[in-house]
């Protein structure tokens, strides 16, 4: 069955952090739904592109994603972190066993923020896990824990990307080695290299 | 003055290739427009993510930009090529001197399609330059000569860009350098060193 992931988006997001997982997703099938965490599918991104959302979250809420993954953008991640309903998404797919990838900022933001790391190690933007009891950070581009996959920020797009997909595709892994070697992503090698041997927990 | 970059984009041209570049543009305070090549502003990305243009191509037909950039997709550099709008466009800027920036297969289906390059060694997505006799096909990543900036596609998306803000801000390329190194960026080092040390010819 096709693999399902949800974005999270709110005004201020991280265009590129958002497009890159999105289109890296895409690419190898899995499903998308972008959901504004807003009022409306129209949305404004950190450096003003118009990007619009599938959906909204009021009319996602009840749905259950294989993995849900936020970009950061500080205006975006203060939204989501101050959502309850964002948040509450959050802990359902955490108690589901879903993969929960958040890039830059709102690993620290949005999950240390609401200890919804519950001591697990985690990468984020620089400092920002320094305000957060929450959570153990590591300073790597990328780190996985268990359901958790977090990264640093937009420069590790495509290293994080290809991880959430080699944890999605994992009857398939070839399949995201091709991708990546398909778009001249040369950095995919080194970047699965560091990721734990285990699979999911 | 503010140095300002037209991105042309037609229905189907691949977004994160866009959205990486305008990103690393407005962080860098270069100035863009999104140019819409279709009727309308909103725009169909390749892999559907909705994202619309600032201003219609008819609009921005007369105004001079100091650099013009194109992305690929398959359908969207079919369309790009198909307009005689863009390659007035495209001859207008080449004529005044300015940069001339391609992405994936915009530098073999637009630029070389169209005896634009006039011999000048470019990059592009593989195989497609074997189509075209004009321009000489380098297997890099990324490919300066004179004002022509050419990469092969979405996974060198970030030297692609980071090479034409080199260019664009060659008064103070340290800010740029700080830019890469702010989103963790990591490989610019290495790719800023296969850029010819002579600046603009």
Redesign the interface.
């Given at each position: 069955m096709k693999k399902s992931v949800a974005v999270l988006l709110a005004n201020g997001f991280?265009?590129?952090e958002a497009?890159?997982f999105?289109?890296?997703m895409?690419?190898l099938e899995i499903h998308v739904d972008?959901i504004s965490c807003e009022q409306t599918t129209a949305l404004a991104s950190?450096?003003?592109?118009?990007?619009?959302a599938d959906v909204l979250l009021a009319d996602a809420a009840s749905k259950t994603y294989d993995a849900v993954m936020m970009p950061g953008g500080p205006k975006g991640t203060d939204s989501l972190s101050a959502n309850p309903q964002v948040v509450e998404f959050l802990k359902r797919h955490i108690k589901a066993g879903k993969y929960i990838c958040a890039l830059c900022s709102s690993g620290a933001k949005v999950l240390a923020a609401h200890h919804l790391l519950e001591g697990r190690t985690y990468s984020t933007g620089d400092k920002l896990a320094d305000k957060y009891q929450d959570g153990i950070y590591l300073d790597q581009?990328v780190v996985v824990d268990g359901q958790f996959i977090t990264a640093?920020?937009?420069?590790?797009s495509?290293e994080f990307s290809f991880t959430v997909a080699h944890y999605l595709l994992n009857d398939n892994p070839q399949t995201v080695d091709h991708q990546?070697n398909h778009?001249?992503?040369?950095?995919w090698p080194q970047a699965k290299q560091v990721i734990p041997c285990q699979e999911k927990h």
């Amino acid at each position: 069955m096709k693999k399902s992931v949800a974005v999270l988006l709110a005004n201020g997001f991280e265009e590129a952090e958002a497009v890159i997982f999105i289109d890296i997703m895409r690419r190898l099938e899995i499903h998308v739904d972008i959901i504004s965490c807003e009022q409306t599918t129209a949305l404004a991104s950190y450096f003003q592109t118009p990007i619009s959302a599938d959906v909204l979250l009021a009319d996602a809420a009840s749905k259950t994603y294989d993995a849900v993954m936020m970009p950061g953008g500080p205006k975006g991640t203060d939204s989501l972190s101050a959502n309850p309903q964002v948040v509450e998404f959050l802990k359902r797919h955490i108690k589901a066993g879903k993969y929960i990838c958040a890039l830059c900022s709102s690993g620290a933001k949005v999950l240390a923020a609401h200890h919804l790391l519950e001591g697990r190690t985690y990468s984020t933007g620089d400092k920002l896990a320094d305000k957060y009891q929450d959570g153990i950070y590591l300073d790597q581009d990328v780190v996985v824990d268990g359901q958790f996959i977090t990264a640093k920020g937009l420069g590790v797009s495509f290293e994080f990307s290809f991880t959430v997909a080699h944890y999605l595709l994992n009857d398939n892994p070839q399949t995201v080695d091709h991708q990546a070697n398909h778009i001249y992503f040369k950095h995919w090698p080194q970047a699965k290299q560091v990721i734990p041997c285990q699979e999911k927990h």
